[in-house]
Structure formats: C-alpha cells, structure tokens
C-alpha cells in the first residue's frame, strides 16, 4: 500500500538525573561531593532510506518515543547515554511542526538526516555544583526534558517530470515505453492507484526520472475521482507533461479535457500552476486525432505540442529530445522558502523573553519552555535546589516582573503545576 502522509508525536528521551552523593571514608566523616551527572536522553533522528518508496512504516505508529539517559550514581560514575532513535523514511520527505505550521526539515538527498526532536541533556551530579564558596553542594539536578513535538511527514516524490492528464490518456504506456518501469495498463479509468517512478535515459548519455501519476478528473480539488492528492508528487518536477488523448476515443472533446486538468492543477497550488507545461497529444494512430489536434492548436497556439503514439512508439524519441533540452534550461527548483522553515522562526524569536506571566483566578501563572525546563530539572526535596530555583528566578527577571505586574506579598504563584507564595 502507497502510503504519502502520516502525523506522528515524537517524544525524544529525557536527561538521566544527577546524583547527590558525598564520599565515605574512613575517619573521614563526611567526605566531598561525588554524585555523577545523568546521561543525555535519546534524540529522535529521521534519516533517508533510499530503498523506501512509501511511509507506510510509520501509519500504525502514533509516537515515538526515546528512551531517558541513565541516572548518575555515587562515586563519580556517569548515567550512560540514552541510545538514540533513527526513523528511516523515503527521499522526498518533508517534515512539518503541526503546532507552527512550519517545516522542520525537508530529506531530499540520500543520507539526508536530522534531529526531530532533541533528547534531555543529563541533570548534573552534586559534585559538578562544588565551588569555592559552596565545596560540598548537597544538591544535584533533575536530567532535562526531551523534546515533544506533532510532526507531519509528507512523502513529495523526487522527479524532473511528471505526466498529468484524465483517466485512460496514456501516460503509464508512455512511462512503459520510455522506461524499465512496469506500470499496469488498462483500458478503465484509476488503472493507476499510486504513483510510479521510472529512470529514462536520453540519448546524449544523461537520464531523468518521469512519474505517471493516477489520472486527475474535474472536480478532483474536492476529492472527486481519486481526487487530488496525488499532485503533491508533482511539486518537485520541473516540467508537467500534460497527456491528452487527442483521438478523443472515449467521445470526448480534448479541448475541454486540457482545460479541466489545468483548472484543477492551478486550483491544487500556484506554483504547480506556473510550472513548463508540454502538452503530449496522444493516440495519433486512431481516426479523429489530426481534427482535434488542429482545433486545439487554434485554440492554443503559443503551446508546446507533441504528437505521438504511446502504444506504437511512435514520435516519442522528438518528445524525449526536447524535455532533455528543456531540462538542461529550466533549473532545480527549491520547493521551499527560507520563510517556511523551523529554522526561521527560531532566529525571529531569539530575542523573546524566556518566560511569560498572566494572571488566572488570582494566581499569577509563569509559563515558557525555558522556565518550564528549569523547573523540571530541580529537585524540590533538597533545600538547596530550591535556593537556587529561587536564585535562578531572580536572575530571569521574574520578581521584578511579577512586582511590575502589581503581585503582591503572600500572592500565590504557578509554575506547570506546583503554586507558592510570592515574597519579595
Ligand atoms: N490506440 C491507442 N491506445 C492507447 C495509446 N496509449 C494508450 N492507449 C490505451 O489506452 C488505455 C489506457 O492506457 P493507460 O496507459 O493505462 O492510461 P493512463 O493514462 O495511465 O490511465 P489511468 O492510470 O487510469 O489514469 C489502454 O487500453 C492503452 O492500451 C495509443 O497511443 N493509442
Ligand atoms: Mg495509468
């Protein structure tokens, strides 16, 4: 089953927590801090598996989730590493953050990789808080969250040309000649249920690869017929070989065929809209091809028309000619803007404040990831830990805030889902 879209939850590993441990030696009644640190906690990796052609791996998985790094002990020892979680995926997949709409990576070259979802770093042990002033720290740190993310991952196959056009035109004959591909044919409509790839090598030496895509039939924007969801895999190619069937041998007028499938390709993205268009004129073997295609050529006379026969491989070797050509104009499209990626919306925020305060039911309610993580990873049961939490606070800004804010001695204040007293 072809497979081109799924949504996932992916939960990288939490830090491994640090310990709080102190040496024990003879005649030595309390010796100095040796509480190891966590190890880091898994990383969600999506890498590209070239011998994948769908994402149907991943339907039936709703999360993935990375397991925590090991705890740190006494005596200096250091959690282990969390091992990290590679998700193979096919070339041409893009994925998306659901909750920005944004797109996190897009895997386009094999080998292609990139980390969805951040694994926790490790808590630190008590023995990496020593310092001057406080040698022998009896706190240590909870290991950080890992990352928690709504992806989508959308398969938009990798191809310099694609064949659009109605039901039963030809184009899986045409792949079939031109190609070591084997698509099924058939004289009814949606023969093709998914699209197919096929390497096609030119004369010159150089090749391309063409995908024939299920036929596309007027009201497909609404999901009429297989509807039209199969023009993702249209959005990387570079030209659009629009196949009629200009014997009209179904008893239908090819000019109004080539205005519904252009009508549905504009509906279905503008970029696709503005893509090279040829119009591949076929069935020339059969009666009535030389009167439509005349017609059609008056009425579009600027367009780029080829005539061929795809069963009797006749007129294609010209056809293949100059799609070689055009390729070699018409450059690599990049089907992304800077604009769209994750990326993007990191270098806009940068500058945002680590936190944000509002006031819900006369509790002043602090939230942001930042001050979200820092909470996570104290460890509320050693006073010093609190102190610090409190330091750390203070240091963000966050009392001078909530006192702007009005908050007033003995206010109850939130953090996720611990409340305690505001004191200045
Ligand atoms: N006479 C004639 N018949 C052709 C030609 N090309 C394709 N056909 C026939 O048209 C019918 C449909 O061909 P396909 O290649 O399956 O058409 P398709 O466009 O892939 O159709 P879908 O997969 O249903 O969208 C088959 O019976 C083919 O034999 C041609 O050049 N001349
Ligand atoms: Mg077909």
């Known amino acids: 089953m072809f497979v081109d879209e799924i949504k996932l939850k992916v939960i990288a590993g939490a830090g491994g927590n640090g310990c709080t441990s102190f040496r024990r030696e003879k005649y030595v009644p309390m010796g100095g801090p040796n509480g190891g640190n966590g190890g880091k906690g898994a990383d969600i990796i999506f890498t590209v598996d070239k011998g994948l052609k769908t994402l149907i791996d991943l339907r039936y998985m709703k999360t993935i989730k990375g397991d925590h790094g090991e705890h740190g002990k006494g005596s ?11 998700v193979k995926v096919p070339l041409g997949t893009t994925i998306t953050d659901l909750d920005t709409g944004l797109i996190i990576a897009d895997l386009v070259n094999d080998g292609d990789s990139v980390v969805v979802a951040h694994g926790g770093r490790g808590g630190k042990g008590n023995k990496a808080f020593a310092t001057h002033d406080n040698p022998a720290p009896k706190f240590s740190e909870n290991g950080a969250p890992g990352e928690i993310k709504l992806i989508k991952c959308e398969l938009k196959m990798l191809a310099d040309v694609g064949l659009v056009g109605l039901p039963s035109v030809g184009k899986s004959t045409l792949l079939s000649q031109i190609s070591a591909s084997k698509p099924k044919i058939a004289a009814y409509h949606f ?5 197919n790839l096929g390497v096609v090598k030119l004369k010159n030496g150089k090749s391309f690869v063409m995908a024939d895509l299920p036929g596309l039939i ?6 009429v017929g297989l509807g039209d969801k199969f023009l993702r895999h249209a959005m990387r190619t570079r030209i659009l070989c629009h196949i ?3 014997a009209g041998s179904e008893g239908r007028n090819p000019i109004d065929d080539y205005n519904i499938i252009r009508k549905e390709i504009e509906k279905y993205d503008e970029k696709l809209g503005k893509k090279y268009e040829i119009i591949v004129a076929n069935k020339m073997d059969l009666d009535g091809f030389n009167d439509n295609l005349e017609k059609f050529k008056k009425e579009y ?5 080829f005539s061929i026969s795809a069963m009797n491989n006749e007129g294609i070797s010209e056809l293949l000619e100059f799609i070689g050509k055009k390729l070699d104009e018409i450059e690599d499209n ?6 769209e990626y994750l990326t993007h919306l990191e270098f806009v925020f940068k500058e945002e404040k680590p936190y944000t305060i509002t006031k819900k039911d006369n509790i002043w309610v602090i939230s942001g990831d930042k001050i979200e993580e820092l909470f996570k990873m104290t460890k509320f049961n050693e006073d010093e830990a609190v102190l610090r939490f409190a330091r750390k606070l203070k240091g963000m800004g966050v009392e001078d805030e909530l006192e702007r804010l009005g908050a007033k001695r003995g206010d109850e204040v939130q953090i996720l889902d611990y409340i305690f007293e505001f004191k200045e």
Do not use: F, R
Request: proline share 6%.
């Open 76 to 86: 200096n020892q250091y959690g282990k590493n969390a091992e990290d979680i590679i």
């Open 244 to 246: 009629l069937d200009m």
């Open 301 to 305: 006379p600027k367009k780029e028309v």
């Open 218 to 223: 007027e009201g497909a924007s609404e999901g």
């Open 334 to 339: 990049h089907l992304y803007e800077d604009s």
């Open 191 to 195: 023969t093709t249920l998914s699209p």
